[in-house]
């Protein structure tokens, strides 16, 4: 019999913990030995009646005692500040830990300082934490014992521009990233703003240039380019569940064609299991990628070349995030990367 891997869950009350469940019961090398939250406790059939007949698994307080004793790889979707608690004392004990917040995405503990409201509580770790977006930084994965698992906007606008920005660095005068995304990316917490009779036959900005995935998105692209890049990066929120379309402006100095653009992105992604370059003209829609860990991506050129218009959806709760995590502990555990994605 192949070897199972004992998964536990952090946060499985919230939005992207009962996303990270719901997979992982699906997949074939796994077994969920532990799930807990903070003051959410009870069968998790209880919590979310969709698991009737799928689990018999109980919520409890996390503790890390209890995580260790029964993981060998722990999920930690809670909140940022929570899990640069916890994460180091998971790796300590040998568990590996995939954390879905922001704590370990930053490589500079004083910009997350600055974004985040809180001095870093683990800068040790922060060194020692790989970005979890496959596409990129898969040979560094597999060999990590803690991965910082992107932010969902992130992951959208990195991948739609990772190709572009590679390729044409020293022709990029800016680049606009006009983000939408869906209500529960905001998690499951209560919020006024939230409510549905505030959210729906809405839409609106929010942290206009001030939304903390700008400096997330600004260090994976800087890495590429080999040089500094700042993204005008602005949030809006769309009246629906799930799902985030980002629109991508970039000006060029030099001209390029929607056929030069095209082949770009089909060669960077060409072995990319969960990235689709649709076909020419095809614009990415949330509704295509709703409940699956694909990103689609849309290309448009202006009729001068010197506008390049990039589109990209994804679902926030599965490539936005823990189908993305999944993604990511297949590549460290050495199973097929797409196992229980498909
Ligand atoms: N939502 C998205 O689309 C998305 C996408 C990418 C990344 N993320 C990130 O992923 C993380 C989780 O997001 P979410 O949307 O799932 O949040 P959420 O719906 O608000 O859920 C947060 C979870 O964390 C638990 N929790 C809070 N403090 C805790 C503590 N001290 N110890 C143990 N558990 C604790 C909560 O438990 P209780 O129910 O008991 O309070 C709840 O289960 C966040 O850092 C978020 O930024 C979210």
Redesign the pocket.
Known sequence: MKNILKAGI????????KEALSILLKHPRVRVTYV?????RGRVDGIYPEFLGRTDLVCQK?NIVQAVQHCDVVFL????T??MRVAGKLLKAGVKVID???DYRLKSTRVYGRWYGRQHADVQNVAKAVYGLPELFRQKIKTAALVA?P??YPTAAILGLAPLVTAKTSSIISVVVDAKSGV??????ASLDLLSSEVNENFKAYKVLAHQHTPEIDQVLSKLAGKKMAVHFVAHLLPINRGILNTMYVHLKEGITLGQLRALYKKFYKTEPFVRILPSGGQPEVKNVANTNFCDIGLAVSADGKMAVITSAID??VK??AGQAVQNMNIMCGFTENQGLL
């Open positions: 952090a946060g499985v009350s919230g939005y992207t913990g807990a939250a903070n003051n959410t996390f979707a809670l909140p940022h929570e899990s879905l917040s922001a698992n932010g969902c529960s990316g905001a998690g499951r917490k926030n709760l936005g995030a």
